[in-house]
């Protein structure tokens, strides 16, 4: 326990770096995850009037969007 504790100090700096640019990557930046995952849900539903099979997939979709926005919000929490 002590040595990870001296691990995580030591590399304090880096995992911070880490957790800010996985949050950044999911859900902050331009072309992060989430912006992706919106764009896919709005083809996705118009898809679905076309291929009633496509509901399933953008229902999919609409699943990961909740898990990456808390997922970028523990990780900018952690890198604070």
């Known amino acids: 326990a002590l040595e990870s504790e001296r691990l995580r100090l030591v590399h304090a ?5 880490f957790t800010r640019s996985a949050a950044d990557r999911l859900y902050d930046a331009d072309g ?3 912006s ?3 764009r896919l849900l709005k083809e ?3 898809w679905a009037g076309v291929d009633a099979r496509l509901a399933a997939v953008a ?3 609409a699943a990961l969007k909740p898990e990456v926005q ?6 900018r929490d952690l890198s604070e």
């Open 13 to 17: 700096q880096s995992l911070a770096a």
């Open 59 to 61: 229902e999919r979709l």
């Open 32 to 34: 992060s995850v989430a």
């Open 44 to 46: 996705g539903g118009k």
């Open 70 to 75: 808390e997922l970028a919000e523990t990780c």
């Open 36 to 38: 992706v995952l919106g």
